[in-house]
């Protein structure tokens, strides 16, 4: 039998910071979903993502739609949003907080715009003149 101890302390199968971001994102819509009772301006605000920078002094949060009402929303709730993170989750430093749309979000609905605007020329081609997308 060998003297070495096997060492099984290598690369995490899953690494701190994702599940640091996954926890922010859980905690972050937990309460923006609270605070939507009380403040009709956060009512369709969907947290999609958190990205933490590897210091943890600041988390971006990115939301499926940020209008102007709801970015003031949050704006005037983030220390309160900073404070329920930091009685939740047990960390060195309490990051701090950036809203943003998530850009995965809008690629989407550009991607959706226009397959919409295909499938509506192929709708609306006249019968004499076949699209180039249909069979034949």
Same mark, same amino acid.
């Given at each position: 039998?060998? /003297?070495?101890?096997?060492? !099984?302390?290598? #690369? %995490?199968? @899953?690494?701190?910071?994702?599940?640091? !971001?996954?926890?922010?994102?859980?905690?972050?819509?937990? =309460?923006?979903?609270?605070?939507? +009772? #009380?403040?009709?301006?956060?009512?369709?605000? &969907?947290? &999609?993502?958190?990205?933490? %920078?590897?210091?943890?002094?600041?988390?971006?949060? @990115?939301?499926?739609?940020? *209008?102007?009402?709801?970015?003031?929303?949050?704006? =005037?709730?983030? %220390?309160?949003?900073?404070?329920?993170?930091?009685?939740?989750?047990?960390?060195?430093? &309490?990051?701090?907080?950036?809203? #943003?749309? +998530?850009? #995965?979000?809008? %690629?989407?609905?550009?991607?959706?715009?226009?397959?919409?605007?295909?499938? +509506?020329? =192929?709708? /609306? *081609?006249? =019968? /004499?003149?076949?699209?180039? @997308?249909?069979?034949?």
């Amino acid at each position: 039998m060998s /003297g070495r101890r096997q060492d !099984n302390r290598g #690369a %995490a199968p @899953y690494p701190r910071s994702l599940r640091v !971001n996954q926890v922010l994102r859980q905690v972050l819509a937990e =309460e923006i979903e609270r605070l939507a +009772d #009380a403040d009709e301006r956060l009512r369709l605000v &969907t947290v &999609t993502a958190v990205d933490t %920078a590897p210091d943890l002094r600041h988390a971006s949060v @990115y939301l499926s739609s940020l *209008s102007e009402d709801a970015a003031d929303a949050l704006a =005037e709730r983030r %220390a309160q949003l900073q404070r329920t993170l930091g009685r939740q989750i047990r960390m060195k430093r &309490t990051p701090q907080l950036d809203f #943003a749309v +998530d850009p #995965a979000v809008v %690629a989407g609905s550009k991607v959706e715009d226009v397959l919409r605007r295909i499938r +509506d020329k =192929e709708d /609306g *081609s006249p =019968e /004499g003149d076949p699209s180039p @997308y249909s069979e034949r």
